[in-house]
C-alpha cells in the first residue's frame, strides 16, 4: 500500500455556517462549498491548505456519525484521511495484515472520492479514512 498524502482532516462541527469564519476569516482559507452526502448523514465543507484540505462536518441527522462524535467527544478532529493509490488494494493488504476495517468495500464520499475508514480499535483510538480520488 503507497500512502500519498495526508489529503484531508475531517473536523467535526455543530454548523459549518456558525464555525467556517474562524477558518476563512482568521486564518484566510477559502471554502469551496458545501455537499451533503445523505447516505453518511453529513454535509461537508472543504478548506484545501496546500496539497491538503481542512473538511469541517456537520451532521444532518441526530444519529449520524458525526451528531454521535459530536455528544461523545465534543467539537473538534474527527478522522485523519490518507490518499492512496489504489483503494481496493490498500484495504486487501490490511485486512490480509489483521486491520479491523468499518468499510469492507470502498463507499462514495464527499466529490466522489472512493473512500473507507477503518476501525479505530485498530489505530489506537484514531479514526482513519482511506481515501482515492
Known amino acids: 500500500m503507497k500512502l500519498l498524502k495526508i ?3 475531517g473536523i467535526a462541527v455543530s454548523s459549518i455556517d ?3 469564519n474562524f477558518w476563512t476569516d482568521i486564518l484566510g482559507l477559502t471554502l469551496e462549498g458545501t455537499e451533503t452526502i445523505h447516505e453518511q448523514k453529513v454535509t461537508t465543507a472543504f478548506l484545501p491548505v496546500g496539497e491538503s484540505e481542512v473538511e469541517l462536518l456537520e451532521s444532518t441527522s441526530e444519529d449520524g ?3 454521535k462524535h459530536i455528544e461523545k ?4 478532529i474527527q478522522h485523519v484521511a490518507f490518499r492512496v493509490e489504489n483503494i481496493e488494494d ?3 493488504e490490511l485486512k490480509a ?3 479491523a476495517l468499518i468499510d469492507q ?7 466522489g472520492a472512493k473512500i473507507a475508514f477503518l476501525h479505530p480499535k485498530a489505530t489506537s483510538g484514531v479514526l482513519v479514512e482511506l481515501c482515492e480520488r
Open 105 to 111: 468495500v470502498p463507499r462514495i464520499g464527499a466529490g
Open 65 to 67: 456519525p458525526v451528531a
Open 7 to 9: 489529503d484531508h482532516l
Open 73 to 76: 467527544r465534543g467539537e473538534g
Open 97 to 99: 495484515k489483521g486491520i
Open 90 to 92: 490498500a484495504l486487501a
Open 18 to 20: 456558525a464555525k467556517k
